[in-house]
C-alpha cells in the first residue's frame, strides 16, 4: 500500500463533483487537495539497532531479509486509521520501528522470538499492515529496539482436506491470493471484510476479522480448526478435532489476541466449494428501526443470506450523492443490501424466504441493481475517506456491537455523543451508521464521521473518540466488533472483562512471554 493513505495509487480519485458540492454546502471548504509529501522527504527517528543486534537478526533470517531501509521502517511504521495517517503526514521525525525482518518458516519465528526475548528487542507482527486501531504501533519503552516481523514469506497453501472441507495457509497471504490458491481447488474461504484486498490470514485470525458475508460463513473466527503458533517460550499446535471436551479451548485465547501471546504462523480453516450462483436484491425501508427488525426477524428465523446489510438514513442518503443521485430517485429511507451464494437451488430458495420475510417486514424490494453497486465498490471507501483528509474534511470510523432490544439505544447514545463532542466548535458533523452483522441475538452497528477538520485534526478526533468510547460502554455494547482492541481501545479493556479478566490475560502473558517483548502497549492493559 501507498504510504501516507490506504490501498495503491491506482484507487485514489480525484472528489466527485457531487461530493465537492456538499463538502463547499455543508463544511464551507473548496475540496481542493493539499500537497502531500514523497515518502523519501519523510524524516525518521534514527534506528537503535546495534550492530551487534543486527548480527543477531541477520544470523536467524538471513542478510537479505533484515532491512533498516527507510522505506520498508516508514512503511511497518504503524496500520491505516485516521490518526495514523494524519502522523505519517504531519511534519517532524516519525516513530518507526528500528528494523523490519522477514522470515521465511515458523522455525525462523520462533528463532527470532527467542533472541529477542534474550536481548530485550520488543516484537511488532505485521501482516497486511490494516490495523485501524493502533495495533502496529512500535512501542519501545523500556527495550533496547523494537522489529517490526513482517510475515508475507509465510504465504503458501501447505494442505488441502476436500473430503473434510479444510484447508491449512501461512500467515502471511493476503486475502485475494488466498482465495486464488483455494479456487483452483474449486474452494473459497468467503471471507471478505473491507480490507480483504490487503489483511492476511494470520492477521484475520489475530483480531478476530468479520467479513461482509458473514451471514452466511460466519466470522473468522468460526472458520478456525487448528492454529500454529510461535512464542518466546515455544510451539503451540492447537486444535485437533471439529470440537473437543479437553478442557478450555485455547484456540479462542489466541484468535484475538493480536499478536501479543504468540505469532499466529498457520492456519487451518473451514472452506466451502466456490459458489455455483448469486443473486442479488437490494431493499428500501422507511427508516432504520423498520429495516433493523426486518434484518432481526430474517436471521431470527435462520432464513440469513449471504451478506445482509442495512444503511441508516444519514448513510444512504451519502451513497446516493456518491451515484450522482442527489434526489433519492425512486429510493428513500434506508437501504438495505442482500445476496446469496450456493446452488442454484438452494439460492432460489432461501433467497425466496428471505424475500418474503423482509417484504412483510416492510420492505420495499429495489431489485438487484443497489446490491450489484454495493458489491462492485464495497473495497472502496477507504479511497474516499482518503480523498477526503486530503481536502481538510476528518473523516473515521468505529464500530460496536450488542442485543437486538439495545440497539437503538446503543446507536442513538454514540450518534449524540459524537456530534456533540464535534460540534462543540460550532462546527457541523455528519455521523452515518449501518449493520453489517447480524446474529440471532443481536447485531453491529458500523459509525462513519466526518467532520471539518480543526487545527489539531489528531486530538480533535481523539476526544470524539474518548466520548463515543465512553458511550458505548455505558450503553452496554461492546467496545468492537470487529476492529480488534490495539492501543486505541486498551483504555475500555478492563470495563469490557472486568479486573480478575485482566488478570487472567497477564497471568497467560507472563507464562509465554515473560520478558513481555510480543507487541508491548496492546490489548492488555
Not at 471471507?191 to 490487503?198: D, N, R
Not at 433493523?292 to 446516493?320: F, H, K
Not at 450456493?342 to 417484504?359: I, N, Q
Request: with cysteine; hydrophobic share 45%.
Amino acid at each position: 500500500m501507498v504510504w501516507d493513505a490506504w490501498g495503491s495509487p491506482s484507487g485514489h480519485k480525484p472528489l466527485p463533483d457531487q461530493i465537492r458540492g456538499l463538502l463547499a454546502q455543508v463544511f464551507g471548504v473548496s475540496g481542493e487537495p493539499v500537497a502531500r509529501r514523497d515518502e523519501g522527504d519523510v524524516p525518521l527517528r534514527a534506528s537503535a539497532l546495534t550492530p551487534e543486534h543486527r548480527a543477531g537478526l541477520v544470523a536467524v533470517a538471513g542478510a537479505d531479509n533484515v532491512s533498516l531501509g527507510h522505506r520498508d521502517r516508514l512503511r511497518h511504521a504503524g496500520g491505516k486509521s485516521t490518526p495514523d495517517l494524519l502522523r505519517r503526514r504531519a511534519s517532524g521525525a516519525q516513530d518507526a520501528p528500528d528494523a523490519v525482518v522477514f522470515p521465511a518458516s515458523h522455525d525462523d519465528v520462533l528463532a527470532l522470538l527467542a533472541y529477542c526475548a534474550e536481548n530485550a528487542i520488543a516484537v511488532v507482527p505485521f501482516g497486511g499492515g490494516t490495523s485501524v486501531v493502533g495495533g502496529l504501533d512500535p512501542v519501545r519503552t523500556g527495550f533496547a529496539a523494537v522489529i517490526a516481523v513482517d510475515l508475507r514469506r509465510l504465504d503458501t497453501l501447505t494442505e488441502v482436506d476436500p473430503i473434510s472441507g479444510t484447508a491449512t495457509l501461512g500467515a502471511g497471504l493476503q486475502g485475494p491470493r488466498a482465495e486464488e490458491l483455494l479456487a483452483a481447488h474449486g474452494l473459497s474461504l468467503g471471507h471478505f471484510p473491507q480490507s480483504f484486498e490487503y489483511a492476511t490470514i494470520g492477521g484475520f485470525a489475530a483480531t478476530r476479522s468479520s467479513g461482509q458475508a458473514s451471514a452466511g460463513y460466519g466470522r473468522f473466527d468460526d472458520m478456525i480448526e487448528r492454529l500454529r503458533i510461535a512464542t518466546p517460550a515455544g510451539t503451540l499446535d492447537l486444535g485437533r478435532a471439529p470440537a473437543s471436551a479437553a478442557g478450555p479451548d485455547l484456540r479462542e485465547l489466541f484468535s484475538g489476541s493480536e499478536g501479543t501471546l504468540g505469532i499466529i504462523t498457520e492456519v487451518t480453516l473451514r472452506v466451502h466449494p466456490v459458489s455455483e450462483t448469486t443473486a442479488y436484491q437490494a431493499w428500501s425501508f422507511p427508516d432504520f428501526a423498520t429495516g433493523a427488525n426486518a434484518l432481526r426477524t430474517v436471521i431470527q428465523a435462520g432464513a440469513a443470506p449471504t451478506v445482509m446489510r442495512l444503511s441508516d438514513e444519514a448513510e444512504t442518503g451519502l451513497n446516493l450523492a456518491r451515484a450522482g443521485n442527489i434526489g433519492g430517485g425512486s429510493v428513500g429511507g434506508c437501504l438495505a443490501v442482500t445476496t446469496f451464494e450456493g446452488t442454484a437451488a438452494h439460492v432460489a430458495a432461501r433467497s425466496a424466504e428471505a424475500s418474503a420475510l423482509l417484504a412483510a417486514a416492510g420492505g420495499t424490494a429495489l431489485g438487484e441493481t443497489p446490491a450489484q453497486e454495493w458489491e462492485h465498490g464495497r473495497f472502496s471507501a477507504p479511497y474516499l475517506r482518503d480523498a477526503l483528509l486530503d481536502v481538510g474534511i476528518l473523516c473515521e470510523t468505529l464500530e460496536t456491537a450488542t442485543s437486538w432490544s439495545n440497539l437503538a439505544n446503543l446507536k442513538a447514545k454514540v450518534t449524540a455523543a459524537l456530534v456533540d463532542t464535534l460540534t462543540q466548535g460550532g462546527a457541523p458533523a455528519l455521523v452515518m451508521c449501518h449493520i453489517s452483522h447480524t446474529y440471532p441475538t443481536g447485531a453491529s452497528l458500523y459509525f462513519t464521521v466526518v467532520a471539518k477538520q480543526a487545527d489539531d485534526p489528531i486530538a480533535q478526533w481523539a476526544q470524539a473518540k474518548r466520548a463515543a468510547g465512553d458511550a458505548i460502554v455505558a450503553a452496554s455494547g461492546t467496545i468492537t466488533h470487529h476492529h480488534a482492541i490495539g492501543a486505541d481501545h486498551r483504555p475500555w479493556m478492563t470495563d469490557e472483562i472486568g479486573d480478575l479478566g485482566v488478570q487472567v490475560l497477564r497471568a497467560v502473558k507472563q507464562a509465554i512471554d515473560p520478558a513481555g517483548i510480543l507487541n508491548p502497549g496492546k490489548l492488555i492493559p
